[in-house]
């Protein structure tokens, strides 16, 4: 197919010349897409972040309570040492966490024991009060986060 347009100096001229506008629009369409691609980018390297900040959150929250049960595990293995109420003991750990422990004989005849674990790791802190019996039945159990 041939084009009706007459070809000529002045109309190629023009032509040069729309392109030459088109290119300063191309440059700024180019410009607001890379705007809105950085935004992205750093849209996503934030919440990337603060996933991984809530996570380590979690993780360090599942390991306080861990080292709370810990102490009460422990404080059940050793309860027949303990001659004298109330009792009071620290573990620390290579990874930096803490267990403070409290047995306390609440019925005063060593028939109810009280025991009141502490893990600490990090920023979070979880507690752990379980009473029990000598018979080693658990009556309550009760778990706080601070």
Known sequence: MVSDEKVSFANIRNKIKNLVKARGFALFIAISMLAIISMMGFAFVTLTNQDFIFARKTIMREQAYYLAESGVEYSLAHYISWVKFPHTETLTF?????????????????????????????????????????????????????
């Not at 979880?126 to 778990?143: A, C, F, N, Q």
Request: charged share 25%; proline share 0%.
């Open 94 to 146: 290579d990874n930096g966490g803490t267990v403070e422990i409290e047995v306390e004989d609440t019925s005063g005849t060593g028939d109810t024991i009280t025991v009141k674990s502490k893990g600490s790791i990090g920023s979070e802190t979880r507690t752990l009060e379980i009473v029990y019996s000598s018979t080693g039945s658990i009556s309550s159990w009760k778990e706080y986060s601070k």
